[in-house]
T-cell receptor, first 115, second 112 residues
Framework: DAGVTQSPTHLIKTRGQQVTLRCSPI?????VSWYQQVLGQGPQFIFQ???????GRGNFPDRFSARQFPNYSSELNVNALLLGDSALYLC??????????????FGEGSRLTVL | DQQVKQNSPSLSVQEGRISILNCDYT??????FLWYKKYPAEGPTFLIS?????DKNEDGRFTVFLNKSAKHLSLHIVPSQPGDSAVYFC???????????FGAGTTVTVRA
């Protein structure tokens, strides 16, 4: 069975541009979460979506937005890119929106570099 | 505000010996704790977890200990193997909490 897939794996953008990252969850998983991992730090929660609705949002500016589609795949959009947005963006899927007790499966991530 | 802290950025251990990774947390509402392992160019993978109602959970070579009064947990790997060389993240969640709060990670290197 395929795991969580993310695209693109690497991309380079310049300041002020916009980026869209994509994620396909494990088959049967209805919840998708996004995390940002800056070099030298642990992943930080950005969003959780379940059944196409936003269930939670971390402490990120409004330049960050996301959505979930009927097939449970998801997109993360970041507008007006800043140098500080350079990071590994991780998508994670789970069966449902409840408390995280381990059943959170991560993709390989999308490495974004902002120049 | 870093609610989960891993104060040792790296750990080097000889193959066959014990690896001990430490983690501290500040949020008393956390009631579930997890360890994730991450290899380069891969996403984190779940390793082991512990509920706050327990003080120990064991899975093969991996054991997690929780000291609630000290807000401290540790991961023991015995015996350490070369394939254990990776970054280990401590994470925590609270009741009805849909997100994980991660520490900064500890890079473990197992020497042959």
């Amino acid at each position: 069975d395929a795991g969580v897939t993310q695209s693109p794996t690497h991309l380079i953008k310049t300041r002020g541009q916009q980026v869209t990252l994509r994620c396909s969850p494990i088959s049967g998983h209805k919840s998708v979460s996004w995390y940002q991992q800056v070099l030298g730090q642990g992943p930080q929660f950005i969003f959780q979506y379940y059944e196409k609705e936003e269930r939670g949002r971390g402490n990120f500016p409004d330049r960050f937005s996301a959505r979930q589609f009927p097939n449970y795949s998801s997109e993360l959009n970041v507008n007006a890119l800043l140098l500080g947005d350079s990071a590994l963006y991780l998508c994670a899927s789970s069966l449902g929106p409840g408390q995280v007790t381990g059943e959170l499966f991560f993709g390989e991530g999308s490495r974004l570099t902002v120049l | 505000d870093q609610q989960v802290k891993q104060n040792s950025p790296s750990l080097s251990v000889q193959e066959g010996r014990i690896s001990i990774l430490n983690c501290d947390y500040t949020n008393s509402m956390f009631d579930y704790f997890l360890w994730y392992k991450k290899y380069p160019a891969e996403g984190p993978t779940f390793l082991i977890s512990i509920s706050s109602i327990k003080d120990k959970n064991e899975d093969g070579r991996f054991t997690v200990f929780l000291n609630k009064s000290a807000k401290h947990l540790s991961l023991h790997i015995v015996p350490s193997q070369p394939g254990d060389s990776a970054v280990y993240f401590c994470a925590a969640s609270g009741i009805n909490d849909y997100k994980l709060s991660f520490g900064a990670g500890t890079t473990v290197t197992v020497r042959a």
